[in-house]
Each structure stands twice: as C-alpha cells, then as structure tokens.
C-alpha cells in the first residue's frame, strides 16, 4: 500500500488537471452511504468527533477517516485531522493512505472552480474572497484555473490573517488586497466566495447584481449561514449534494423544486448556464473524495 503525503497530493494534484478531469468523474454512479459520525466524550474540554465517510463505485472505494478535536486549539495543533484509505471496488486491497486535510482542501476548492466554470462570467476577473484559513487560501488558484482572475480582495474577521493571505497571493501575481468596505467590494467583484464558519450572513442580497456569482463553501450545519435569505431568493440556486438542502443552513428553507441543478448537472458537457445571478452552495460528500482520489 502506497502512503501518499501533502506534498505529492499538491504536486499531483494541479488545478488545471483537476477542473479538467474531476467532472467526469463526479458523474460517474457511486454509492454513497450516509455518513457515521461518533461522539468522542472529554471530561476536560469539549468533546471530540470521529467521521467515517464511505464511498465505492464498481472499480475503486475509499473512506475518509475525519477527527475533529476543538480542544487541539489550546494545543496548538491542528483541530481536524484526516486520511483517505483508497481500495480496489473488487478485492477490496487496500491501494492507498493518503493526506486527507490536502484531499480535502483542493477537491473543495477544486469543486467550487468547476461551478463556477459554468455558472460565473467567462470575464470574471475580481474575487472577493470571504475567509483566510485553509479553504479560502486555495480558492484564488482555483479559480485561476478556470477565469482570467487578476484582482483578489480578502476580508478576514482577523485583519492580520487577511493581511498575510494577501500578501502570500500579491506574492504569486495576483493584485491582492485587504477588503475594507465589504459591500462595496462586493457590489465590485464578479466572484464571491465564502469559506467560514460564521453563524451570520455575511453576504447581502441588496449588494448583488445579475453579473455575480456567490459561491458558499464554509457552512456545514443548519445553523451556519454565509449568505441572508434576500440573496439566496435572488439567485439561480445549484448545490452540490441533495443532502446540502437539510445540512446547510444557508438553502434549509428551499425545496427541491427551488435548486436549478446539483455538481452532476453542472458536470454535464451539455449543461447550458442560466443568465442572471447565480448561487452555488456546497456542503461537501464522500463521492468528491473518492473522485480526487481516484485521480491521484
């Protein structure tokens, strides 16, 4: 069994390569069962999770093993800590043991670039990107990938944060900044991003128009929410998963016969964009580990 680092993941796994071959993939049939998710009781600090997240298709499997330790913040380690075991979908043999937070970080990234492929103007050139941490610092590359991005404006809770992704982006061509007048440089971008964990909106429909794309990629829970109900009703809604409409906080007041489409429609090459503002909300799956790894 081959063990495969962050490094070699990164290496790997280019953007270019990952927004041209992942979407295939995605629409490949693949059983998803739902994922189990086990209380780990501390005494001293808040309790500890363990995610198991399976996925198989006829040829390949894997499962994403996920622990999530809100007391590592004291520690000064990481909160969540993640491998990805690949198997062969016949024998069974175990192929792989793989960097799960790097697999993790460029599928998500990597998936928002491929909506946004098709749902963002093909001029797109400004980002604002909501978030600093460990999604929203491959998001600018991602996109990069798939629009002429050129202007990169990052507003960060911690100005310090946002000062030091900006100047890490400035460092590799983009003309990066630090967001001082959000709705401004909202009503300015042609890509929003959002990849945090706030309780809040943060986005506001009043400072959207029909050439935006809103991409919310942070919120995992119900009661998270990037985006206020006045933008969400603005927009062409698409999600990645059926299961973002009960998990995610920012589309759990929508119906199925409220979303345009999910990642598989996007993924059609016969998928045919829909003019106007648009909205893609993901809550990530095993089905997009699987396919990254796979491809690695």
Known sequence: MRIVTADEVRQKLGYARLVAELPSRLRAETQVPARSQITIPRDDEDDATLLL???????????????????NAARHKAAVNASYLLFDGTTHEHLALIDGAELTARRTAA????????????DAK??????????????????RAVRPI?????????????????????????????????????????IIACATLSHQP????????????LALIGGF???????????????????????????AGDVKGLSFDDIKGTLR??????????AGF???KSVGEAFQDLAAASLL
């Open 278 to 280: 648009t909205v893609f």
């Open 111 to 122: 998936v928002a670039a491929i909506a946004a492929s098709r749902l963002a103007a093909p």
């Open 221 to 247: 829970t119900p009661d998270m929410r990037e985006a206020d109900d006045a933008a969400i009703r603005k927009g062409h809604v698409f999600i990645d998963t059926l299961t973002a409409l009960s998990e």
């Open 150 to 190: 050129t202007e990169v404006c990052v507003h960060s809770p911690t100005r310090a944060h946002a000062e030091s992704l900006a100047a890490k982006l400035s460092a590799d061509g983009f003309e990066a900044r630090v967001c001082d007048d959000l709705p401004a440089e909202a009503a300015r971008a042609d």
């Open 53 to 71: 997240m399976p996925a198989w298709s006829p040829s390949v499997g894997g499962l994403k093993i996920v622990h999530v330790t809100p007391g």
């Open 126 to 143: 400004r980002l604002l990107l909501m978030g600093s941490g460990r999604i929203a610092s491959e998001l600018a590359y991602a996109y």
């Open 265 to 274: 429609d996007l993924c059609d090459p016969d998928f045919d964009p829909p």
């Open 202 to 213: 943060i986005i506001h429909g009043e400072w959207l128009k029909s050439h935006h794309h």
